[in-house]
Protein backbone atom coordinates (compact mmCIF):
# COMPACT_ATOMS: atom_id res chain seq x y z
CA UNK A 1 0.00 0.00 0.00
CA UNK A 2 1.27 3.46 -0.91
CA UNK A 3 2.00 5.63 2.10
CA UNK A 4 1.00 9.19 1.92
CA UNK A 5 3.55 11.09 1.30
CA UNK A 6 4.00 8.56 -1.91
CA UNK A 7 0.53 9.07 -3.14
CA UNK A 8 0.92 12.86 -2.67
CA UNK A 9 4.13 13.17 -4.91
CA UNK A 10 2.64 10.42 -7.73
CA UNK A 11 -0.09 13.19 -7.92
CA UNK A 12 1.62 16.00 -8.35
CA UNK A 13 4.13 14.57 -10.75
CA UNK A 14 1.26 13.57 -12.92
CA UNK A 15 -0.62 16.89 -12.70
CA UNK A 16 2.62 18.71 -13.50
CA UNK A 17 3.39 16.18 -16.75
CA UNK A 18 0.00 16.31 -18.06
CA UNK A 19 0.11 20.57 -18.21
CA UNK A 20 3.44 20.66 -19.06
CA UNK A 21 3.43 20.13 -22.76
CA UNK A 22 0.81 22.76 -22.79
CA UNK A 23 1.86 25.17 -20.24
CA UNK A 24 5.05 25.63 -22.75
CA UNK A 25 3.18 26.05 -25.74
CA UNK A 26 0.71 28.89 -24.00
CA UNK A 27 3.69 30.50 -22.48
CA UNK A 28 5.76 30.72 -26.04
CA UNK A 29 2.32 31.76 -27.67
CA UNK A 30 1.84 34.25 -24.83
CA UNK A 31 5.38 35.67 -25.77
CA UNK A 32 4.76 36.21 -29.25
CA UNK A 33 1.50 37.71 -28.39
CA UNK A 34 3.86 40.26 -26.47
CA UNK A 35 6.17 41.43 -28.52
CA UNK A 36 4.27 40.95 -32.20
CA UNK A 37 0.91 42.75 -31.95
CA UNK A 38 0.51 46.12 -31.81
CA UNK A 39 -0.31 47.86 -28.69
CA UNK A 40 -1.42 50.34 -30.98
CA UNK A 41 -4.01 47.67 -32.35
CA UNK A 42 -5.87 48.09 -29.27
CA UNK A 43 -6.53 51.87 -28.97
CA UNK A 44 -7.57 52.10 -32.36
CA UNK A 45 -10.52 49.76 -32.10
CA UNK A 46 -11.76 50.44 -28.77
CA UNK A 47 -12.21 54.14 -28.75
CA UNK A 48 -16.01 54.47 -29.40
CA UNK A 49 -17.94 54.61 -26.69
CA UNK A 50 -20.56 51.82 -28.23
CA UNK A 51 -21.09 48.24 -27.97
CA UNK A 52 -19.10 47.00 -31.04
CA UNK A 53 -15.86 48.27 -28.66
CA UNK A 54 -17.00 46.72 -25.74
CA UNK A 55 -17.06 43.56 -27.71
CA UNK A 56 -13.91 44.55 -29.00
CA UNK A 57 -12.14 44.70 -25.77
CA UNK A 58 -13.50 41.22 -24.55
CA UNK A 59 -12.29 39.51 -27.54
CA UNK A 60 -8.71 40.96 -27.26
CA UNK A 61 -8.21 40.36 -23.89
CA UNK A 62 -9.15 36.94 -23.82
CA UNK A 63 -5.85 35.46 -25.41
CA UNK A 64 -3.55 38.17 -23.21
CA UNK A 65 -1.55 36.38 -20.32
CA UNK A 66 -2.37 39.67 -17.77
CA UNK A 67 -3.21 38.70 -14.12
CA UNK A 68 -5.79 40.26 -12.36
CA UNK A 69 -3.33 42.89 -10.84
CA UNK A 70 -1.30 43.45 -14.26
CA UNK A 71 -4.53 43.99 -16.07
CA UNK A 72 -5.35 47.16 -14.11
CA UNK A 73 -2.64 49.39 -14.85
CA UNK A 74 -2.91 48.44 -19.04
CA UNK A 75 -6.18 49.04 -18.96
CA UNK A 76 -5.35 52.70 -17.54
CA UNK A 77 -2.91 52.61 -19.99
CA UNK A 78 -5.77 52.10 -22.71
CA UNK A 79 -8.19 54.55 -21.18
CA UNK A 80 -5.68 57.02 -21.51
CA UNK A 81 -5.43 56.53 -25.36
CA UNK A 82 -8.75 57.39 -25.66
CA UNK A 83 -10.79 53.69 -24.87
CA UNK A 84 -13.35 54.25 -23.80
CA UNK A 85 -15.07 53.68 -20.43
CA UNK A 86 -17.32 50.52 -21.02
CA UNK A 87 -14.27 48.66 -23.22
CA UNK A 88 -11.81 48.84 -20.62
CA UNK A 89 -13.89 47.79 -18.15
CA UNK A 90 -15.03 44.95 -20.53
CA UNK A 91 -11.01 44.30 -21.01
CA UNK A 92 -10.83 44.19 -17.42
CA UNK A 93 -13.03 41.27 -17.00
CA UNK A 94 -12.21 39.41 -19.57
CA UNK A 95 -8.30 39.73 -19.66
CA UNK A 96 -7.61 38.06 -16.27
CA UNK A 97 -10.29 35.00 -16.65
CA UNK A 98 -8.28 33.62 -19.43
CA UNK A 99 -5.20 33.45 -21.80
CA UNK A 100 -3.50 31.22 -23.99
CA UNK A 101 -1.42 29.80 -21.41
CA UNK A 102 -4.53 29.25 -19.09
CA UNK A 103 -6.88 28.09 -22.08
CA UNK A 104 -3.80 25.82 -23.14
CA UNK A 105 -3.91 24.28 -19.31
CA UNK A 106 -7.36 24.12 -19.02
CA UNK A 107 -7.62 21.85 -22.10
CA UNK A 108 -4.78 19.75 -20.27
CA UNK A 109 -6.36 18.51 -17.23
CA UNK A 110 -10.48 19.44 -18.55
CA UNK A 111 -10.82 18.62 -21.69
CA UNK A 112 -11.94 20.35 -24.95
CA UNK A 113 -15.53 21.50 -23.54
CA UNK A 114 -14.41 23.23 -20.06
CA UNK A 115 -11.59 24.83 -22.87
CA UNK A 116 -14.11 26.20 -24.65
CA UNK A 117 -16.65 27.25 -22.40
CA UNK A 118 -13.95 28.81 -20.14
CA UNK A 119 -13.28 31.57 -22.73
CA UNK A 120 -16.74 31.84 -24.12
CA UNK A 121 -18.41 32.20 -20.94
CA UNK A 122 -15.49 34.78 -20.37
CA UNK A 123 -16.58 36.64 -23.67
CA UNK A 124 -19.62 37.06 -23.04
CA UNK A 125 -19.67 38.19 -19.17
CA UNK A 126 -17.25 41.10 -20.01
CA UNK A 127 -19.79 41.82 -22.81
CA UNK A 128 -22.41 42.27 -20.34
CA UNK A 129 -19.99 44.43 -17.81
CA UNK A 130 -19.19 46.51 -20.60
CA UNK A 131 -22.61 47.33 -21.79
CA UNK A 132 -23.77 48.30 -18.09
CA UNK A 133 -20.96 50.73 -17.37
CA UNK A 134 -21.68 52.49 -20.71
CA UNK A 135 -25.21 52.24 -19.79
CA UNK A 136 -25.47 53.12 -15.92
CA UNK A 137 -21.72 54.31 -14.83
CA UNK A 138 -21.26 57.35 -17.06
CA UNK A 139 -20.44 60.09 -14.26
CA UNK A 140 -17.54 57.53 -13.27
CA UNK A 141 -16.30 58.06 -16.96
CA UNK A 142 -14.57 61.68 -15.57
CA UNK A 143 -12.91 59.99 -12.50
CA UNK A 144 -10.67 57.02 -14.81
CA UNK A 145 -10.12 60.02 -17.24
CA UNK A 146 -8.65 61.76 -14.85
CA UNK A 147 -7.00 58.92 -13.30
CA UNK A 148 -5.31 57.79 -16.69
CA UNK A 149 -4.56 61.50 -17.65
CA UNK A 150 -2.52 61.86 -14.31
CA UNK A 151 -0.46 58.60 -15.23
CA UNK A 152 -1.68 56.59 -13.06
CA UNK A 153 -0.69 52.55 -13.66
CA UNK A 154 0.50 53.47 -17.16
CA UNK A 155 2.40 51.37 -19.05
CA UNK A 156 2.47 49.70 -22.21
CA UNK A 157 3.40 46.42 -23.95
CA UNK A 158 5.68 47.03 -26.62
CA UNK A 159 8.93 45.04 -25.95
CA UNK A 160 11.39 46.98 -26.86
CA UNK A 161 14.54 47.82 -25.32
CA UNK A 162 16.71 50.56 -27.12
CA UNK A 163 15.07 54.02 -26.91
CA UNK A 164 14.45 56.77 -24.64
CA UNK A 165 11.38 58.74 -23.87
CA UNK A 166 11.07 62.63 -22.97
CA UNK A 167 9.08 63.49 -19.95
CA UNK A 168 9.72 66.61 -17.75
CA UNK A 169 12.75 67.29 -19.91
CA UNK A 170 14.57 64.22 -18.57
CA UNK A 171 14.95 61.16 -20.62
CA UNK A 172 12.74 58.60 -19.54
CA UNK A 173 14.67 55.13 -20.35
CA UNK A 174 12.51 52.10 -21.56
CA UNK A 175 11.63 48.89 -19.35
CA UNK A 176 8.59 46.55 -19.84
CA UNK A 177 6.04 49.28 -19.35
CA UNK A 178 7.33 51.89 -21.23
CA UNK A 179 4.58 54.18 -23.67
CA UNK A 180 6.14 53.90 -26.92
CA UNK A 181 4.22 51.89 -29.77
CA UNK A 182 4.93 48.96 -31.02
CA UNK A 183 5.47 50.53 -34.56
CA UNK A 184 8.38 52.67 -33.16
CA UNK A 185 9.67 49.23 -31.40
CA UNK A 186 9.70 47.56 -34.99
CA UNK A 187 11.98 49.44 -37.11
CA UNK A 188 14.96 48.99 -34.47
CA UNK A 189 14.44 45.69 -33.61
CA UNK A 190 15.02 42.67 -35.76
CA UNK A 191 13.11 39.52 -35.80
CA UNK A 192 15.62 37.47 -33.31
CA UNK A 193 15.70 40.51 -31.04
CA UNK A 194 11.82 39.87 -30.57
CA UNK A 195 11.63 36.49 -31.01
CA UNK A 196 14.41 36.73 -28.04
CA UNK A 197 11.91 39.58 -26.63
CA UNK A 198 9.22 37.07 -26.19
CA UNK A 199 11.04 34.24 -25.17
CA UNK A 200 12.49 35.92 -22.06
CA UNK A 201 9.16 37.29 -21.29
CA UNK A 202 6.90 33.94 -22.04
CA UNK A 203 9.56 31.62 -19.81
CA UNK A 204 10.69 34.03 -17.43
CA UNK A 205 8.52 37.02 -16.78
CA UNK A 206 5.28 35.17 -16.89
CA UNK A 207 6.63 32.64 -15.10
CA UNK A 208 7.78 34.96 -12.20
CA UNK A 209 4.43 36.19 -11.92
CA UNK A 210 2.71 32.87 -12.47
CA UNK A 211 4.85 30.18 -11.33
CA UNK A 212 4.41 30.75 -7.30
CA UNK A 213 0.39 30.94 -8.26
CA UNK A 214 0.95 27.35 -10.58
CA UNK A 215 3.03 25.77 -8.09
CA UNK A 216 0.56 26.46 -4.75
CA UNK A 217 -2.30 25.14 -6.68
CA UNK A 218 -0.88 22.16 -7.70
CA UNK A 219 0.15 21.79 -4.49
CA UNK A 220 -2.89 22.57 -2.98
CA UNK A 221 -4.68 20.09 -5.93
CA UNK A 222 -2.40 17.29 -5.30
CA UNK A 223 -3.49 17.64 -1.27
CA UNK A 224 -6.84 17.58 -2.35
CA UNK A 225 -6.75 14.26 -4.44
CA UNK A 226 -5.00 12.16 -1.25
CA UNK A 227 -6.47 13.68 1.47
CA UNK A 228 -9.93 14.27 0.68
CA UNK A 229 -12.27 11.53 0.89
CA UNK A 230 -13.95 10.52 -2.94
CA UNK A 231 -17.45 11.87 -3.22
CA UNK A 232 -16.72 14.93 -0.44
CA UNK A 233 -18.86 17.28 -1.97
CA UNK A 234 -21.35 14.37 -2.92
CA UNK A 235 -23.88 15.84 -0.51
CA UNK A 236 -24.27 19.19 -1.63
CA UNK A 237 -24.00 17.64 -5.69
CA UNK A 238 -27.69 18.22 -5.82
CA UNK A 239 -27.86 21.66 -4.44
CA UNK A 240 -25.63 22.97 -7.86
CA UNK A 241 -26.68 26.68 -6.90
CA UNK A 242 -25.56 26.35 -3.47
CA UNK A 243 -22.26 24.80 -4.80
CA UNK A 244 -22.06 28.27 -6.80
CA UNK A 245 -22.48 30.32 -4.24
CA UNK A 246 -20.36 28.49 -1.62
CA UNK A 247 -17.44 28.61 -4.20
CA UNK A 248 -18.14 32.73 -5.28
CA UNK A 249 -17.67 33.14 -0.88
CA UNK A 250 -14.04 31.61 -1.31
CA UNK A 251 -13.33 32.90 -4.52
CA UNK A 252 -13.95 36.66 -4.78
CA UNK A 253 -11.57 37.94 -1.59
CA UNK A 254 -8.67 35.52 -2.35
CA UNK A 255 -6.46 35.55 -4.91
CA UNK A 256 -5.82 32.90 -7.50
CA UNK A 257 -4.73 33.48 -10.88
CA UNK A 258 -5.99 31.79 -14.19
CA UNK A 259 -3.93 29.01 -14.42
CA UNK A 260 -3.10 28.09 -10.84
CA UNK A 261 -7.03 27.50 -10.33
CA UNK A 262 -6.94 25.03 -13.10
CA UNK A 263 -5.70 21.78 -10.71
CA UNK A 264 -7.73 23.33 -7.87
CA UNK A 265 -10.69 22.84 -9.85
CA UNK A 266 -10.04 20.11 -11.24
CA UNK A 267 -9.49 18.26 -7.98
CA UNK A 268 -12.63 19.83 -6.41
CA UNK A 269 -14.52 18.09 -8.94
CA UNK A 270 -13.01 14.83 -8.41
CA UNK A 271 -14.33 15.10 -4.81
CA UNK A 272 -18.19 16.08 -5.82
CA UNK A 273 -18.48 19.48 -6.63
CA UNK A 274 -19.92 20.24 -10.32
CA UNK A 275 -18.61 21.45 -13.16
CA UNK A 276 -20.58 24.66 -13.20
CA UNK A 277 -19.32 25.48 -9.86
CA UNK A 278 -15.77 24.57 -10.98
CA UNK A 279 -16.39 27.40 -13.80
CA UNK A 280 -17.69 29.89 -10.80
CA UNK A 281 -13.97 29.11 -9.63
CA UNK A 282 -11.94 29.60 -12.99
CA UNK A 283 -14.09 32.53 -13.49
CA UNK A 284 -14.43 34.47 -10.08
CA UNK A 285 -11.37 33.72 -8.86
CA UNK A 286 -9.01 35.40 -11.20
CA UNK A 287 -11.03 37.93 -11.90
CA UNK A 288 -11.83 39.25 -8.32
CA UNK A 289 -9.98 39.83 -5.40
CA UNK A 290 -9.89 42.27 -2.47
CA UNK A 291 -6.89 44.00 -3.93
CA UNK A 292 -8.03 44.29 -7.35
CA UNK A 293 -11.43 45.92 -6.19
CA UNK A 294 -9.47 48.22 -4.02
CA UNK A 295 -7.84 49.40 -6.93
CA UNK A 296 -10.88 49.62 -9.64
CA UNK A 297 -12.40 51.07 -6.98
CA UNK A 298 -10.26 54.24 -6.68
CA UNK A 299 -9.45 54.16 -10.26
CA UNK A 300 -12.29 54.13 -12.13
CA UNK A 301 -14.65 54.63 -9.80
CA UNK A 302 -16.83 53.04 -7.35
CA UNK A 303 -20.18 52.85 -9.78
CA UNK A 304 -18.31 50.87 -12.02
CA UNK A 305 -16.78 48.80 -9.06
CA UNK A 306 -20.01 47.65 -8.44
CA UNK A 307 -20.97 46.43 -11.97
CA UNK A 308 -17.77 44.95 -12.63
CA UNK A 309 -18.01 42.96 -9.99
CA UNK A 310 -22.29 42.15 -10.48
CA UNK A 311 -21.17 40.97 -13.97
CA UNK A 312 -18.91 38.42 -13.33
CA UNK A 313 -20.76 37.09 -10.18
CA UNK A 314 -24.23 37.06 -12.57
CA UNK A 315 -22.31 35.32 -15.80
CA UNK A 316 -20.43 32.59 -13.36
CA UNK A 317 -23.67 31.80 -12.32
CA UNK A 318 -25.51 31.47 -15.31
CA UNK A 319 -22.61 29.62 -17.33
CA UNK A 320 -22.39 27.59 -14.10
CA UNK A 321 -26.02 26.52 -14.43
CA UNK A 322 -25.90 26.20 -18.04
CA UNK A 323 -23.34 23.80 -17.62
CA UNK A 324 -24.77 21.87 -15.30
CA UNK A 325 -28.46 21.81 -16.28
CA UNK A 326 -27.74 21.92 -20.26
CA UNK A 327 -24.88 20.44 -21.40
CA UNK A 328 -23.98 16.92 -21.12
CA UNK A 329 -22.10 16.11 -18.04
CA UNK A 330 -20.24 13.73 -19.39
CA UNK A 331 -18.63 16.58 -21.55
CA UNK A 332 -16.80 17.41 -18.02
CA UNK A 333 -15.82 14.28 -16.69
CA UNK A 334 -12.60 14.47 -14.12
CA UNK A 335 -9.64 13.77 -16.05
CA UNK A 336 -7.95 10.13 -15.56
CA UNK A 337 -4.89 11.96 -13.81
CA UNK A 338 -6.91 13.34 -10.67
CA UNK A 339 -8.84 10.02 -10.04
CA UNK A 340 -6.27 7.77 -10.68
CA UNK A 341 -3.54 9.77 -9.17
CA UNK A 342 -0.09 7.79 -8.30
CA UNK A 343 -1.46 4.49 -9.85
CA UNK A 344 -0.86 5.35 -13.41
CA UNK A 345 2.68 7.53 -12.60
CA UNK A 346 4.45 3.89 -14.59
CA UNK A 347 2.37 5.35 -17.60
CA UNK A 348 4.89 8.41 -18.32
CA UNK A 349 6.95 8.36 -21.32
CA UNK A 350 9.80 10.05 -22.41
CA UNK A 351 8.57 13.00 -23.43
CA UNK A 352 6.18 13.22 -20.46
CA UNK A 353 9.33 13.46 -18.41
CA UNK A 354 11.21 15.96 -21.17
CA UNK A 355 8.75 18.64 -20.59
CA UNK A 356 8.36 17.57 -16.72
CA UNK A 357 11.92 18.44 -16.08
CA UNK A 358 11.89 21.67 -18.78
CA UNK A 359 9.00 23.19 -16.71
CA UNK A 360 10.93 22.12 -13.61
CA UNK A 361 13.99 24.28 -14.79
CA UNK A 362 12.24 27.23 -16.32
CA UNK A 363 10.38 27.71 -13.05
CA UNK A 364 13.86 26.94 -11.19
CA UNK A 365 15.14 29.63 -12.90
CA UNK A 366 12.29 31.69 -12.92
CA UNK A 367 11.91 31.97 -9.45
CA UNK A 368 15.19 30.84 -7.78
CA UNK A 369 18.12 31.90 -9.80
CA UNK A 370 16.69 35.21 -11.50
CA UNK A 371 15.08 36.57 -8.31
CA UNK A 372 18.29 35.09 -6.44
CA UNK A 373 20.49 37.58 -8.92
CA UNK A 374 18.24 40.62 -8.24
CA UNK A 375 18.20 40.13 -4.69
CA UNK A 376 22.25 40.25 -4.82
CA UNK A 377 21.99 43.03 -7.28
CA UNK A 378 19.73 45.22 -4.77
CA UNK A 379 21.31 44.37 -1.58
CA UNK A 380 24.82 45.94 -3.22
CA UNK A 381 22.61 49.05 -4.13
CA UNK A 382 21.31 49.30 -0.91
CA UNK A 383 25.01 49.15 0.53
CA UNK A 384 26.13 51.52 -1.76
CA UNK A 385 23.10 53.91 -0.95
CA UNK A 386 24.38 54.11 2.71
CA UNK A 387 27.67 55.79 1.20
CA UNK A 388 25.93 57.30 -2.15
CA UNK A 389 23.00 59.93 -1.36
CA UNK A 390 22.52 59.65 -4.91
CA UNK A 391 21.19 56.43 -4.17
CA UNK A 392 17.83 56.34 -2.41
CA UNK A 393 15.61 53.13 -1.09
CA UNK A 394 12.09 53.20 -0.77
CA UNK A 395 9.88 50.57 0.92
CA UNK A 396 6.79 50.10 -1.68
CA UNK A 397 4.31 47.92 -0.34
CA UNK A 398 1.35 46.31 -2.52
CA UNK A 399 3.25 45.34 -5.58
CA UNK A 400 1.85 41.35 -6.75
CA UNK A 401 3.46 41.06 -10.30
CA UNK A 402 6.10 42.36 -13.13
CA UNK A 403 3.36 44.61 -14.07
CA UNK A 404 2.96 46.24 -10.50
CA UNK A 405 6.87 46.26 -11.00
CA UNK A 406 6.73 48.47 -14.04
CA UNK A 407 3.87 50.77 -12.85
CA UNK A 408 6.05 51.63 -10.11
CA UNK A 409 9.20 52.26 -12.24
CA UNK A 410 7.38 53.80 -14.48
CA UNK A 411 6.00 56.52 -11.64
CA UNK A 412 9.49 57.33 -10.46
CA UNK A 413 11.23 57.63 -13.81
CA UNK A 414 9.37 60.74 -14.70
CA UNK A 415 9.92 63.14 -11.71
CA UNK A 416 12.81 65.37 -11.76
CA UNK A 417 16.19 64.27 -11.02
CA UNK A 418 15.92 60.85 -11.68
CA UNK A 419 18.42 59.05 -13.62
CA UNK A 420 17.78 55.89 -12.98
CA UNK A 421 14.88 53.63 -11.20
CA UNK A 422 15.17 49.53 -9.87
CA UNK A 423 12.82 47.80 -8.51
CA UNK A 424 13.23 44.66 -6.46
CA UNK A 425 9.55 42.98 -6.46
CA UNK A 426 10.91 40.53 -4.34
CA UNK A 427 11.60 42.64 -1.33
CA UNK A 428 9.32 45.66 -2.08
CA UNK A 429 11.87 48.65 -2.44
CA UNK A 430 12.49 51.19 -4.60
CA UNK A 431 16.09 52.16 -5.70
CA UNK A 432 16.20 55.46 -7.20
CA UNK A 433 19.51 56.94 -8.51
CA UNK A 434 20.16 60.75 -9.04
CA UNK A 435 19.02 64.02 -6.77
CA UNK A 436 15.74 64.18 -5.87
CA UNK A 437 12.57 65.19 -4.30
CA UNK A 438 11.88 62.25 -2.22
CA UNK A 439 8.31 63.27 -0.87
CA UNK A 440 7.59 63.79 -4.79
CA UNK A 441 8.68 59.86 -5.47
CA UNK A 442 6.18 58.64 -2.17
CA UNK A 443 3.54 60.76 -3.83
CA UNK A 444 3.48 59.60 -7.55
CA UNK A 445 4.02 55.54 -6.19
CA UNK A 446 1.14 56.13 -3.45
CA UNK A 447 -0.96 57.65 -5.67
CA UNK A 448 -0.86 54.38 -7.43
CA UNK A 449 -2.21 52.09 -4.64
CA UNK A 450 0.92 51.02 -3.53
CA UNK A 451 2.09 52.31 0.33
CA UNK A 452 5.60 53.89 -0.02
CA UNK A 453 8.25 55.25 2.49
CA UNK A 454 12.06 55.94 2.69
CA UNK A 455 13.70 52.95 3.68
CA UNK A 456 15.51 54.37 6.51
CA UNK A 457 11.85 55.06 7.94
Known amino acids: MMTFIESYWDALVMMMAEMAPYLMLGFFIAGLLRTFVPHSLYSRHLAPRNMKSVVKA ?11 CGVIPTSVGLRKEGVS ?25 MGLPFAIVRPVAALFTAMFGGWLVNKYAREDEQVSAEAAMSGEHDHCDCGCDDHDHHHHHHDHHHDDSCSCSTEECSSKSTFWEKLKGALEYGFVEMLQDVGKWLVIGLLIAALITVAVPNHWLAALHEYKLLNMLIVLAVA ?101 WFFLALLAILLFNALVLHRHHDHEHHVEAEATSAEAPLITVYNVEGMACNHCKAAVKNAIDVIAGVEKVEVDLAKGKAYVYGQHNSAEVIKAVSDRGYNTTLFNE
Open 252 to 352: IPMYVCATGSIPIAVSLMAKGLTPGAALVLLMAGPAVNSASILVIGKVFGKRTLSLYVLSIIIGAILFGLGIDYLLPQEWFAVSSVITEGGHCAHCLTAWD
Open 58 to 68: AALGIPLPLCS
Open 85 to 109: HGACTSFLIATPQTGVDSIAATYSL
